[in-house]
């Protein structure tokens, strides 16, 4: 015993080392759970079979206590309002598990301690519990009534796609006035038409980021390929099926949950039909509301349509931004719904008017292949040489071929192209010094 303790002022020191370790074992429990969750889906009817298009069920994680002999089985959704309440009375139990043979007989010695210890005890789980202390660790879901930052994502937009006044228009419009929405009757869904190079994949990567901050790589915002994940066309009935359940795990997990859906002119007509019943007017489906999704279809499909008008504007002696939305968007919906590459040939979705915009994306010239040429140039951290920025628009190919106004590959090639003269322009910046 030590001298000048009393058995009493022990037993309470024991009461508090236990207490403060067994309290230091639940966080590092809890710390390294929800780090193995950051990178894992959280839908449990998911089948094995779906796993292939990348899709994680959810689990049941063990990490057994060192100190206090305490099991933690943790088993939820990673969104706020399925953890905060589970997580924090699983931790209370576990200290009042853990100290309850302890706490009778300090309780009739100490009660100021032990009182001041497990409101100490209950302050840390609160702590630990709290949205804001584990989405530092864990990717959150937005929380509802969350808007997007109207001015970050138009800075977003002019700053880095060019050459598509009316795409930005439009994109911009529709999602502010969606994500202001407290209560939308349906989910957003874009469909996004031209030309490859034009910005249809920069400007989706954009808003994506704008919803969930990690973009394509967040666990919320999904990518579908045609070509790789619906290749064969005698495995439609299947693919259906496995998308059908896929989006309805991912809008479970996160209303808010981002699909996109590229090279829709490759996909094999009637696989996209499956998620007509997510798009309709409906409060719920299965008791799931998908009216926070948002849907983006990016397609070749109708580009010839787009670049027709362009090129007729620009013989008539109008300028390509006093081109508007209704000049386009029929021709758009009628040529997609006709076309039999389209991917959305005959569509339920098209003919029950559920895509809310069809977005044309411009040919681009000269110009804007400069401005891609120059932001590419920043982007590496070069000094832009107008030299180089003229050499690298020279080696596009442009149509028509007599007059030579708008890229057949947009801005796609350019980091290829730019590639060839890198070493002119490190030399460049070298001799400047």
């Not at 207490?19 to 590092?28: E, K, Q, T, Y």
């Not at 997007?148 to 880095?160: E, H, I, M, P, T």
């Not at 009316?166 to 349906?186: C, H, I, Q, R």
């Not at 973009?215 to 579908?224: D, I, N, Q």
């Amino acid at each position: 015993m030590l001298r000048g303790s009393s058995p009493a002022s022990i037993r309470a020191g024991i009461v508090l080392v236990k207490l403060s370790l067994c309290l230091c074992n639940a966080l590092f429990t809890t710390l390294s759970v929800l780090l193995e969750q950051r990178d894992k889906s959280v839908n449990s009817l998911t089948p094995p079979a779906y796993r292939r298009l990348g899709f994680q069920p959810l689990q049941q994680l063990h990490a057994p206590g060192s100190f206090c002999a305490v099991s933690v089985l943790v088993s939820f959704p990673a969104e706020p309002g399925w953890l905060a309440a589970p997580t924090m009375k699983l931790l209370k139990a576990a200290v009042i598990f853990a100290l309850a043979p302890t706490l009778t007989p300090a309780l009739a010695l100490e009660p100021l301690s032990v009182g001041l210890a497990i409101g100490v005890a209950s302050a840390l789980t609160g702590y630990l519990s709290h949205p804001r202390f584990y989405c530092n660790y864990v990717e959150c879901c937005p929380r509802a009534g969350q808007r997007l930052n109207a001015s970050a994502l138009k800075a977003q937009l002019d700053d880095r796609l060019f050459g598509q006044h009316l795409a930005k228009d439009v994109v911009l419009k529709a999602v502010l006035g969606f994500s202001n929405n407290p209560s939308p009757k349906k989910p957003l869904m874009l469909s996004l038409h031209g030309w490859a190079g034009t910005g249809k994949n920069f400007l989706s990567q954009i808003l994506a980021e704008q919803v969930h901050p990690a973009g394509l790589r967040s666990k919320f915002v999904h990518l579908f390929l045609a070509t790789l994940h619906f290749p064969h066309h005698d495995q439609v009935k299947l693919y259906k099926e496995q998308l059908q359940n896929w989006i309805r795990g991912n809008v479970s997990a996160c209303p808010s949950s981002v699909f996109i859906f590229d090279e829709m002119d490759k996909m094999h007509p009637g696989v996209i039909d499956a998620i007509k019943p997510f798009l309709d007017y409906y409060e719920e489906v299965d008791g799931v509301s998908y009216r926070k999704a948002i849907f983006i279809f990016l397609s070749n499909a109708g580009g010839d349509l787009i670049n027709k008008a362009a090129l007729d504007f620009w013989t008539s002696g109008k300028r390509r931004e006093d081109i508007q939305l209704k000049d386009l968007e029929p021709l758009l919906s009628v040529g997609v719904f006709n076309n039999k590459n389209s991917g959305l040939w005959h569509s339920s979705i098209i003919d029950r008017n559920l895509i809310d915009y069809f977005v044309p994306f411009l040919p681009l010239e000269q110009r804007h292949v400069k401005m891609c040429v120059r932001a590419e140039m920043t982007a590496r951290g070069y000094a832009v040489d107008e030299k180089i920025v003229q050499a690298v628009a020279d080696e596009m190919t442009y149509f028509p071929k007599g007059q030579k106004i708008y890229s057949d590959k947009g801005c796609k090639t350019v980091q290829a192209k730019l590639d060839i003269h890198e070493d002119f322009v490190m030399r460049d910046m070298k001799d400047r010094g």
